[in-house]
């Protein structure tokens, strides 16, 4: 099988598909690709993305504080970040392909980007996770006791659980990043990558 027709999602045609694949015409990949699967996982992580975006917007507006504008602005730079990243990312693969185009360069590019972008994200988010967790902690604090964050510094015991909530929560967010990963991306990366191991055996 060569590197064309496995690009085509291992599906290939009658008569036809070899007219297709003549130098220099184009035809569109399989929808059930797992490069066309991760291009819509982007898409998918894009409309969470902005969503979420909006939500720390809200929460601006509902908690005009500045220890939370702080904490928000930093979370919402980073959300902003990973969704630009994640746009190249969607723009960069095409729904057609050409025989010309060196197919194995391009598919082990596509893994190796994706891959990396979330092994990103997952770093920095480590640095992020304290700023969004005392954000979350202060904001719920307000809107449970309808107190101001001036009164609840002098409480004690809100001042002592702060650290206490981001040592448990960054752990479980870096974790839960790892995991959400892995479910949008992890088993179309394999996919991919069984691909592109057969290729290089093949040449």
Known sequence: M????????????????SRLLKPGRIQRIQPGHPLMKLKKALLMN?????LIFLFYIYIIIVFPYWPILITIVI????????????????????????????????????????????????????????FAA???????GILGSG??????????IFVYALPVTMLVLIPICYWL?????NKSFGKHLRSLEGIIHSLEVDN
């Open 2 to 17: 060569t590197e064309q027709t496995k690009w085509q999602d291992w599906n290939p045609e009658d008569a036809d598909l």
């Open 46 to 50: 894009m409309i969470w993305g902005v």
């Open 75 to 130: 979370t919402m730079a980073f959300t902003a970040y990973v969704l630009f990243k994640a746009w190249k990312l969607y723009a960069s693969i095409q729904t057609t392909v050409s025989a010309t185009r060196p197919v194995l360069e391009e598919l082990r590019m596509h893994h190796r980007e994706i891959s990396d972008w979330g092994r990103v994200q997952q770093k920095l988010g480590l640095l992020v996770y304290p």
């Open 134 to 140: 005392a954000g979350g902690y202060l904001s719920g």
């Open 147 to 156: 107190k101001t964050i001036e009164e609840l510094m002098t409480k004690p």
């Open 177 to 181: 990043a790892k995991w959400m990963f």
